[in-house]
């Protein structure tokens, strides 16, 4: 089918590789029920890139993945790649594919499905019903900004470093997004920094604050410590609706409110870069939380509902196609509803199943909604 919709996908590594080919299975379903066709390349990237080419990201497939409307990614890395050169490391094609496209705007929402409440650690009155969207900030701060390295001290030590710096403008561009979001949900954004240490902290919150006034008066925006955020998260996270952060804790406190949901098996994410000027869509890429888990890899064993969470987020903030996003997250419930389990999700009475039963139980749950 011709499509003017252009996507790349990149498996990558580890869990990556069946978790994809699980939501190809997905997107020839619409394919064929919906009409909804892709214009879909595919490349390698991480680990999988260096073993074929010696690099975790070529110069084309960066070309082509700026060249694309979307581009989906499953995981990268595995222990196998523990002594490369950090340049070479799988996770330097991810981290590229971030900066290069410029995916400053990472969103990680945390939702607990109702059939999901059980698999928290948490008790169930904490996490039931709760919908909150952690905004990461994805290409500055600590992973980006200079200097950062490994030198040698005079002494035959050495000294490894990195800086956490962030620019006015870094902090208006992802402030602008978190209030965005919140306009589009219950109005309140919590800015996360430690301004009680660090100046990039004390920037952030004033920046923040200036915006807030400036653009922003319509929602309600308040401050928390770093530290005290992971606290909050874990004792009553439905106090917050969007929570806006920087690269490094937005990482910390996105993997913490996975496992309010469950798993870190069930959280998907958009990266998104500003809008193009001439199409309005931004540049985006669009991945689960979870990483290549090669302990599990290859066996079936792999949940791949951040997967196809991560693909409905590509439909609804790419193209625009809510019904679809709408009925692939209700497959997804329906799947949950029915009592089918992967393994990091399995709870007593319910069926365990792996990465193709489940993927099979979202297809059949496609079809029932579909007739
Ligand atoms: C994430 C991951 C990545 C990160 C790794 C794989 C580089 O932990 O997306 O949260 O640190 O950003
Ligand atoms: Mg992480």
Partial sequence: MASNRKVMVLPGDGIGVEVMAANLKVIDWLAKHKSLAFDISEDKVGGAAYDAYGTPLRD????????????????????????????????????????????????????????????????????????????????????????????????????GYDTNAYSTGEIQRIGRVAFDLARKRNGSVTSVEKSNVMHSGILWREEMTKLHQAEGTDITLSHMYADNCAMQLVRYPKQFDVIVTDNLFGDLLSDCAAMLTGSLGMLPSASLGAPDPETGLPKAMYE?????????????????????????????????????????????????????????????????????????????????RAR
């Fill in 60 to 159: 084309e497939t960066l070309a082509d993945a700026v060249a694309s409307d979307a581009v989906l990614f499953g995981a990268v890395g595995g222990p196998q790649y523990d002594d490369l050169d950090f340049s070479l490391k799988p996770e330097r094609g991810l981290l590229a594919l971030r900066k290069e496209m410029d995916l400053f705007a990472n969103l990680r929402p945390a939702i607990v499905f109702d059939a999901l409440v059980g698999a928290s650690t948490l008790k169930p009155e904490i996490v039931s019903g709760l919908n909150i969207m952690i905004l990461r900030e994805l290409c500055g701060g600590s992973y980006f900004a200079e200097p950062r390295g490994i030198d040698a001290l005079a002494d035959g030590t050495r000294k």
């Fill in 288 to 368: 689960p939380v979870h990483g290549s888990a090669p302990d599990i890899a290859g066996q079936d064993l792999a949940n791949p509902l951040a997967q196809f969470l991560s693909f409905a987020m590509m439909l609804r903030y790419s193209f625009g196609q809510a019904e679809e996003a709408d009925l692939v997250e209700a497959a997804v419930a329906d799947a949950l509803a029915s009592g089918k389990r992967t393994g990091d999700i399995m709870a007593p009475d319910c069926e365990q199943i792996g990465t193709a039963g489940m993927t099979q139980a979202v297809l059949d749950a496609m079809d029932r």
